[in-house]
């Protein structure tokens, strides 16, 4: 049973740390996709890579905000610094260019303080 | 931009019929999904229904697009308490293999009263 699997699942951090989120999208997979959900904004699309090329990033902050793929395995997003306002539900996606549908993971809910 | 739209609450009594609505504007998307999260879990790919159809059945469920109007529609039968869930339309912008983008709705959640 393919899955997108994601780490951690839950972080509680201080404003001002640096935090890393991880995702293994489904193997095969050549697109992969970051989102942010929060209850005001709902799903946000944060960057998106193909064949691990960043295809769009133009939802993240950049200042503060780094999506790579070091490999076809595995994603990061990182966030420096961490800001109380970065609290959210953190989900990846992995999907097969042209076809179209997404695959989410669990999603790691971050909580800054 | 691209907007989905969908109204924020429904409520249905179980072994009723739920009907969850979307509207979208981009008049050039090709495929429209239906997605379906549970507490605490990430979104779960229901259905999906390409530009070119009118509908599409899939056991309990129905999708019906009205692409003149841009409306599309989530049609459950006979829904059970485990149907209780937030749904999420979304469309994929702009057509060919290089659009890869969904734009999702903000979600309707489904309550199913015993």
């Known amino acids: 049973d393919a899955r997108v699997t994601q780490t951690p699942r839950h972080k509680v951090t201080e404003m001002g740390q640096e935090v890393t989120m991880r995702c293994q999208p489904i193997l095969g997979h050549n697109t992969v996709f970051w989102y942010r959900q929060t209850m005001m904004q709902g799903l946000e699309l944060l960057a998106y890579f193909r064949n691990r090329a960043p295809l769009d990033d133009s939802g993240m902050p950049k200042d503060r905000f780094s999506a790579e793929m070091p490999d076809a395995t595995l994603a990061t997003l990182k966030i420096q610094p961490s800001e109380p306002r970065d609290s959210a539900v953190y989900f990846c996606?992995?999907?097969?260019?042209?076809?179209?549908?997404?695959?989410f993971g669990p999603g790691t809910r971050l909580t800054v303080t | 931009g691209e907007d989905v739209e969908q109204s924020l609450f429904l409520s249905v009594r179980e072994g009723d019929s739920s009907v969850i609505n979307c509207t979208y504007t981009?008049?050039?998307?090709?495929?429209l999904y239906w997605y379906k999260q549970e507490p605490g879990a990430g979104l779960q790919l229901l259905t999906y229904?390409?530009?070119?159809?009118d509908m599409k059945q899939d056991q309990r469920l129905t999708v019906l697009l009205n692409k003149k109007d841009k409306h599309l529609s989530l049609r459950i039968a006979d829904t059970q308490t485990g149907d209780s869930a937030i749904y999420f339309c979304a469309e994929r912008e702009g057509s060919g293999a290089g659009s890869y983008q969904l734009t999702f709705g903000k979600g309707t959640k489904l309550s199913v009263i015993p």
């Open positions: 996606a992995s999907g097969i260019a042209g076809v179209g549908e997404q695959y």
């Open positions: 981009d008049s050039s998307s090709t495929y």
């Open positions: 229904i390409f530009s070119n159809m």
